[in-house]
């Protein structure tokens, strides 16, 4: 299979905590977006970096970019509750078909 | 802008019949959509890639015959399950790309999604 993975599987943390989701792919790619789900919903995107940067923000948003070893992360500084989602990321090799990780359920307790 | 408006949102019907999920980009033109199933509490698996003005492109394991896409004109996807049945129920999503030049390293936008139950 395609599919990336990302870990943890699920992750809870206290509201004003940081929390860090990790994606790992198995080709070269154009691009790497993260997007997140709130349940029976369709998918937000959030960010996209290209394969040739290393770091990207937005608002409390952190991501990074590894593709000497194929991965990326997610970093939500200050969580909310509001923040509770599933949160998948996406590489796209240049075809515009993305491959999807197997997703990371984020849950925020107030 | 990038709206993507996926219709119906929910379904339920009985084993045999055949249900048209619709898919329209309000705001901005899309040569490509994707349709994507997913299962609870699992990722998405990408179905097929639907070309305006041409055949669909199914990925393996699909079947075509069961799932049939048509793109006929740049705002508008259709996704027909056939016959379904039971092990057809699932979440289905569809997205679109915006057309044109420079839109290489540009985010897919998604519908919000078509929950289908066939009783």
């Known amino acids: 299979s395609q599919q990336g993975e990302e870990d943890p599987q699920a992750l809870s943390i206290q509201e004003g905590e940081n929390a860090t989701m990790n994606c790992s792919y198995k080709t070269s790619i154009n691009n790497l977006q993260w997007y997140r789900q709130n349940s029976g919903r369709g998918l937000v995107h959030l960010i996209l970096i290209r394969s040739n940067e290393r770091e990207k923000h937005s608002g409390r948003l952190r991501v990074t970019l590894d593709t000497s070893k194929k991965s990326s992360s997610l970093l939500i500084t200050a969580s909310r509750a509001a923040d509770t989602a599933s949160y998948f990321c996406?590489?796209?090799?240049?075809?515009?078909?993305?491959?999807f990780g197997t997703g990371t359920r984020l849950k925020v307790l107030a | 802008g990038a709206v993507v408006s996926q219709h119906p949102s929910w379904v339920i019907c009985k084993s045999g019949t055949s249900v048209k999920i619709e898919c329209r980009s309000l705001d901005f033109q899309a040569t490509t959509m994707f349709w994507y199933r997913q299962f609870p509490k699992q990722s998405l698996m990408l179905m097929a890639t639907?070309?305006?003005?041409?055949?669909?492109?199914?990925e393996q394991g699909v079947e075509k015959d069961k799932f049939l896409i048509n793109h006929a004109s740049l705002t508008l996807s259709t996704l027909t399950v056939t016959s379904a049945h039971p092990e057809d129920s699932s979440f289905y999503i569809c997205?679109?790309?915006?057309?044109?030049?420079?839109?290489?390293?540009?985010?897919?936008?998604f519908g919000d999604g078509t929950r289908l139950s066939i009783l």
């Open positions: 997205s679109a790309r915006k057309t044109g030049s420079g839109y290489s390293n540009q985010p897919q936008h």
């Open positions: 639907s070309n305006e003005g041409s055949k669909a492109t199914y």
């Open positions: 996406a590489t796209d090799r240049g075809t515009y078909k993305y491959i």
